[in-house]
C-alpha cells in the first residue's frame, strides 16, 4: 500500500501530537475540551471498528456490546473494588478483550452476514442483561467517576481539562500501539487475511487464530473506548450503548475510510460534529419537533451514503489517486 | 395448562410475524446478496401510508392493501433507483462486503428521519380491526384474541402465495433460478436485473404486511420496527439466508423460545434469549440451518 513510517517516526510523530494537544488544550474552553474527549473517545472505537472489519474482514454490527462490556468492567473496578481510575481504565480493555477472545472463537467459524447478525443479536442483548445482575445497577447503572484533577496541576485545572487529557492520552497511547502492531508481520497478515482468505490459508497463515486475535485486540481497543465514554457522561448504564451507536461509529468508520487509521481523528470530529452542525441550522431556519430531532440522523446518513458512493476506500485513497494523475 | 396454551399460541403469532420479516431479509438477499437494514424503514414508511389511509377513510383492510402495495412499489425504486447505482460503483475491492450494509443503514436512518419530518415523532396508533381481548380457555382469559388468530391467518395466507408464485408459476422459475444461479439464469434469457428489482418488491409487500400486522399492538413511531428487523436477520439466519422456508423455520423457532423462556423462566430472557438460540444453531451450522448445499460461486 503506502510507504511505510518507521516505527521510531511514528513514536515522534505521536508525540508531536500529543504535545500539540496538550498546548491546544490550555488554549480553548471547557466545551471545546469536552467535545475533544469525546473525538478522542471515538476515535479510539473506530480505529476498534477499522482493525476489525478494515483489517481482518470481519463485520461486526456489536461494537457497542463490546464497549458496554469494556465500559462496565472499569466502572466496577473503580466503583465496586475501590482502585485506581487507571487500573479501571486498563481492566475495561483487558475484560473485553478476554470477552472478545472468547467471542471471537465463536466469530471466526462465521461469514460475512451471519457474523453480522451475531453481532447485532448481541448488541441488542447484552445491554439488557446488566439488568440481570444487581451488582451491575439494573436501569440506573453505576457511577464512572475519575476523580478530581490531581491538586498539584493548581486550581484553575478544570474537570473537563482532566477528561481531555485522559481520553487523548489513553486514545493516543492506543492507537500508537494498533499503528506498530499493523505495520509489523501481524499488518501484513491481517491485510492478506482481509483480500483473499483462501490465498492467505495456502500461504500458511492461521486464518482462524488470525481471526480470533482480531476480534480479541479489537474489542480491547472497543472497551477501552467504552470505559473513556462513560466517565465522560460519568456512570455506565444499559441505555448508554443503544444500537444507532454501533451503528454511528460504523459510519464513523467508512467516513474514515475502513483500510486507514490515519483518519480516525477525522471520523472522530464527524460524529461529534454532526449534531453540532445541525443543531445551528435548526437554530436559524427552525423547524417543527420532528424536524429538530430527527435531523443530525438524518446528516449522519447521507453522510455515510456519500461516503460509500464517492470515497468507497476512504477520503486519503481519493487524494492518492488525484495525486497519481 | 392455560400457561402452556397461551406460550404455544402466543409463539405462533409472534414467530409468523418475524417470520414475514425474515421473508423479506432472504428474498433480498437471495436476489441480490445485500442485507437489507432499510427494510425496518420500509417497513415503517409503508404502515405510516397504510395509517394515513385509515385516517382518511376509517378502514382497516383498504389500508392493509395500500399498505402492501406501496411496499412493494418502495421495495422496486430502492433497489432500481438506490442499490444499482451503488453496485455499480462500488465493484472491487473488499469494501463490496462492506458498502452495501452501510448503504442501506444510511437508507434506514434516512427513512427515519423522513417520517420524522412529515408525520412528526409522537406515538400514533392504528386500531385493531378485530377484537383483542383474549379469548378464554377453561374459564381463564388467555393472552390470544381474535386479532392474534388473524395475524396467524394472513401470515399463513402470505406463505401460500408465495409458494404458489415460487413453485408454480414461471416468475417463481426465473427468481429461484436468479438466485441459484446469477450467470446461468442471464445466459438462459432470464432478465436477471429486473427479476432482483422483482424480489425486492416482494420484499417490500411482505415488510408492509408485517407492519400493517405487527404495529396494532404496539404503537406506530419511527423506530417502532427496528426490533423487529433485528429478530427477522436472526430468524433468516437461523433459518440459513438462502432458504424460504428455512426463513420461516426460523422465525418459528425463535417465536418458541423467545415466548417459552419469558414465560416459564425470566421476564427479562426476552433479548438474551434470541442471542442464545443462534449462538447455539450457528455453532452446530455454521451457515444456518436449511443453507443451500450449494452456494453461488463468489
Known amino acids: 500500500m503506502s510507504k511505510q513510517v518507521s516505527s521510531k517516526k511514528r513514536t515522534l510523530l505521536f508525540v508531536a501530537f500529543g504535545w500539540v494537544l496538550l498546548i491546544l488544550g490550555d488554549r480553548v474552553g471547557d466545551l471545546e475540551l469536552y467535545q475533544g474527549s469525546f473525538v478522542a473517545t471515538y476515535a479510539l472505537a473506530i480505529t476498534s471498528i477499522i482493525l476489525l472489519t478494515g483489517y481482518s474482514g470481519q463485520l461486526s454490527l456489536g461494537q457497542s456490546a463490546l464497549m458496554a462490556v469494556g465500559a462496565y468492567a472499569g466502572a466496577l473496578t473503580i466503583f465496586n473494588a475501590g482502585l485506581h481510575p487507571v487500573i479501571g481504565l486498563f481492566m475495561a480493555a483487558l475484560v473485553a478483550g478476554v470477552f472478545g477472545l472468547i467471542l471471537g472463537l465463536i466469530a471466526a467459524r462465521l461469514s460475512g452476514p451471519y457474523l453480522a447478525g451475531t453481532t447485532l443479536a448481541l448488541a441488542i442483548s447484552l445491554p439488557t442483561l446488566a439488568n440481570q445482575f444487581p451488582i451491575l445497577g439494573a436501569e440506573e447503572g453505576i457511577v464512572f467517576d475519575v476523580g478530581l484533577p490531581p491538586a498539584r496541576f493548581g486550581e484553575d485545572f478544570s474537570q473537563y481539562k482532566w477528561f481531555f487529557w485522559i481520553s487523548a492520552l489513553a486514545s493516543l497511547i492506543m492507537v500508537w500501539f494498533i499503528a506498530n502492531l499493523l505495520s509489523t508481520k501481524y499488518g501484513r497478515t491481517f491485510r492478506a487475511l482481509r483480500d483473499n482468505p483462501i490465498a492467505a490459508e495456502l500461504s500458511g497463515i ?117 495525486h497519481k494523475k | ?254 417465536g418458541f423460545a423467545i415466548n417459552f423462556s419469558t414465560t416459564y423462566i425470566s421476564q427479562k430472557l426476552f433479548f438474551p434469549t434470541a442471542f442464545i438460540v443462534l449462538v447455539l444453531v450457528l455453532l452446530i451450522k455454521p451457515s444456518g440451518l436449511f443453507a443451500a448445499k450449494k452456494s453461488r460461486g463468489a
Open chain 1, 206 to 322: 492461521n486464518v482462524g487464530r488470525l481471526k480470533v486475535t482480531a476480534f480479541a485486540i479489537s474489542s480491547g481497543v472497543a472497551g477501552l473506548s467504552g470505559g473513556l465514554l462513560v466517565m465522560l457522561i460519568s456512570g455506565v448504564s444499559p441505555s448508554a450503548f443503544p444500537l444507532s451507536l454501533s451503528f454511528a461509529l460504523l459510519g464513523g468508520a467508512v467516513v474514515t475510510g475502513l483500510y486507514n487509521l490515519k483518519g480516525v481523528i477525522l471520523g472522530g470530529l464527524v460524529l461529534v460534529a454532526i449534531p453540532e452542525i445541525a443543531d445551528s441550522l435548526v437554530s436559524r431556519i427552525g423547524g417543527s419537533e420532528g424536524f429538530i430531532t430527527t435531523l443530525p440522523g438524518f446528516l449522519v446518513s447521507a453522510l455515510l451514503i456519500l461516503a460509500v458512493v464517492f470515497t468507497p476506500n476512504g477520503p486519503g485513497h481519493l487524494i492518492k489517486r488525484h
Open chain 2, 1 to 254: 395448562m392455560t400457561e402452556f396454551i397461551t406460550a404455544v399460541l402466543t409463539s405462533l403469532s409472534s414467530g409468523a410475524i418475524y417470520a414475514l420479516m425474515a421473508l423479506a431479509i432472504v428474498l433480498v438477499w437471495r436476489s441480490t446478496r445485500v442485507i437489507n437494514f432499510a427494510q425496518a424503514g420500509q417497513a415503517v414508511l409503508t404502515t405510516y401510508i397504510g395509517y394515513t389511509v385509515i385516517q382518511r377513510t376509517g378502514s382497516y383492510w383498504l389500508a392493509l392493501v395500500v399498505a402492501v402495495i406501496s411496499g412493494a412499489i418502495i421495495g422496486a425504486v430502492i433497489d432500481r433507483f438506490f442499490m444499482r447505482p451503488i453496485f455499480k460503483r462500488v465493484k472491487s475491492g473488499p469494501i463490496v462486503m462492506i458498502a452495501p450494509v452501510v448503504a442501506t443503514l444510511g437508507l434506514l436512518g434516512i427513512i427515519q428521519a423522513i417520517i420524522g419530518f412529515i408525520w412528526g415523532l409522537t406515538n400514533q396508533s392504528i386500531e385493531a380491526p378485530v377484537s383483542t381481548g383474549g379469548y378464554k380457555v377453561m374459564g381463564k382469559v388467555i393472552a390470544f384474541s381474535s386479532y392474534n388468530l388473524l395475524v396467524l391467518v394472513a401470515v399463513a395466507i402470505a406463505m401460500l402465495l408465495l409458494t404458489i408464485l415460487f413453485q408454480r408459476t414461471n416468475i417463481g422459475l426465473a427468481l429461484r433460478a436468479s438466485a441459484y444461479s446469477p450467470e446461468i439464469a442471464r445466459l438462459s434469457g432470464i432478465k436477471v436485473d429486473a427479476v432482483r428489482t422483482l424480489g425486492w418488491a416482494i420484499a417490500g409487500a411482505s415488510g408492509g404486511l408485517a407492519g400493517m400486522l405487527y404495529i396494532p399492538g404496539y404503537f406506530l413511531y419511527p423506530n417502532a420496527m427496528d426490533l423487529l428487523l433485528v429478530f427477522g436477520f436472526v430468524a433468516a439466519v437461523i433459518g440459513g439466508l438462502e432458504s424460504l422456508f428455512g426463513a420461516v423455520a426460523g422465525a418459528m423457532i425463535l
